[in-house]
Structure formats: C-alpha cells, structure tokens
C-alpha cells in the first residue's frame, strides 16, 4: 500500500530535549516536506527537499532541522525543542513539484497521519 | 505574494443540504495549480482535486462540485446534499512559484459540521 509512514503519532516532551520525527515513503517520491498545522494558520511548509541532498527552508523553518540521505526517508529533528514547536506536524510527498514546460508538474502531495507534539 | 483566503472559518449545515466553501487566491503567476484537502475529524489530509491555471472547466465528482473562476481568482467547493461523513476542516491550497520548484501554500481551512 502506498503511503507517508510518520512517527511518533504523539509526543509529549520537555523543553531542550531533542527530538526527532522520522518519515518514510515508499512510492519512490522525489519530492518531500514538512509543514506544521496551527489552528488559525492552516498549514506552513518548514523544509522541503526536492531529491537526495537537496533540501531547503520553508517559512518557518527556524528550530528545525531535516536531512535527505535516502530517497524514501526526511527526518525532521528539533535540536532544542521549546513551547512555541508544540504543533500538529505532517510529513508529505510527491512524485514532483517541478515545473517545466510542458511538464505536468505539482502532482498531488501525500500526507502521512501527522505527529503531534506538545512541548512543556 | 501568493496568498490563499478561505473567509468561512466554520459552517454548520443540516444534513442533505447543499454548502459552498470558499476559496479565493492571490498570484502574479500566470501558471499555477490549485488544490482542495480534507482533513476529517481522525486529522489526516486527504487529497480531493488538483486543478490548472489553464482547465477553468467545472469539475463534479459525485457529491463534490469545483467551480474555478479565473476572473475572480475563486476556486469554490460545493457539497451537494451533505452528510454527516462530510464534517471535516477543508483546506484549499495554491502552488506557487513561476518556474522551477513549486511549493504549497495553503488557506487556514473552513470547518464544515454536518447535523444530522
């Protein structure tokens, strides 16, 4: 079944402790991100990697790290987690979100469950 | 900058009635991608529809409707005769960027609640 394995679903921490949200895919995706879910915000994109070694901030990208060393997997860490990351986190991914011409590109983003995190 | 408005924060219908959400956007692109998601109650996203700056044709998928007006830079959801399974907090989403890499930019969501 294809699909975005994230995890933990749930996480409850302390401050300064570092974490790390793994995700997985297995539909060989090139591209993948993270964004986080605020209520009255939607959903803000952190980090995104376009392919193996690619990688680039989002909009709120500060406090978070992420790496790409294997196509199907885009860890998101927090080195030192406060209150302000406590968040609902998605990990999603795309066959691409390039555009060329006449390239069919921004196919649909593939979301996994979500991990939520609370931060004391 | 792009930009994407989904002034319905939340919406409450009665069952088998007829609801619209929202959807307006803001680009310099002259191409782009619009995108509608749900997210019910158990809080994973589930893809409904991409569209293309260029396909302003409506779509219908049984229930579901999409009226996408370039004139006024909407992308409108309707659920025809709802239900209950349609409660959930929509999300529409634009992609942004005119070449290259493309990224997400999503609306803040319309909570839709379906009484029985």
């Known amino acids: 079944e294809a699909q975005v394995t994230q995890n933990p679903r749930y996480l409850i921490t302390v401050t300064g402790k570092k974490l790390t949200v793994t995700c997985s895919q297995n539909m060989n995706h090139e591209y993948m991100s993270w964004y986080r879910q605020d209520p009255g915000l939607g959903l803000r994109q952190i980090y995104y990697?376009?392919?193996?070694?690619?990688?680039d901030k989002g909009d709120v990208p500060e406090g978070y790290k992420v790496s790409r060393k294997e196509k199907r997997n885009f860890p998101l860490i927090l080195e030192s987690p406060s209150p302000n990351q406590t968040s609902l986190y998605f990990c999603?991914?795309?066959?691409?979100?390039?555009?060329?011409?006449?390239?069919?590109?921004?196919?649909?983003?593939?979301f996994g469950d979500g991990t939520r995190l609370s931060i004391l | 900058a792009q930009k994407v408005t989904q002034a319905q924060t939340e919406i409450s219908v009665v069952e088998k009635e007829d609801v619209t959400l929202d959807c307006v956007y803001e680009t310099r692109d002259t191409t782009y991608y619009l995108f509608w998601y749900k997210q019910p109650p158990s809080g994973e996203l589930v893809f409904l529809i991409r569209?293309?700056?260029?396909?302003?044709q409506n779509e219908i998928s049984g229930r579901y409707s999409w009226n996408f007006q370039k004139s006024t830079s909407s992308f409108n959801f309707t659920i025809t005769a709802s239900q209950v399974v349609d409660s959930a907090v929509y999300f529409c989403a634009l992609s942004q960027g005119n070449t290259g890499f493309q990224k997400l930019v999503f609306g803040t969501g319309t909570r839709l609640l379906v009484s029985p």
């Open positions: 999603a991914s795309s066959l691409s979100m390039r555009r060329f011409p006449g390239e069919d590109g921004n196919q649909p983003q593939h």
């Open positions: 569209r293309n700056s260029f396909d302003e």
């Open positions: 990697s376009m392919n193996v070694e690619v990688t």
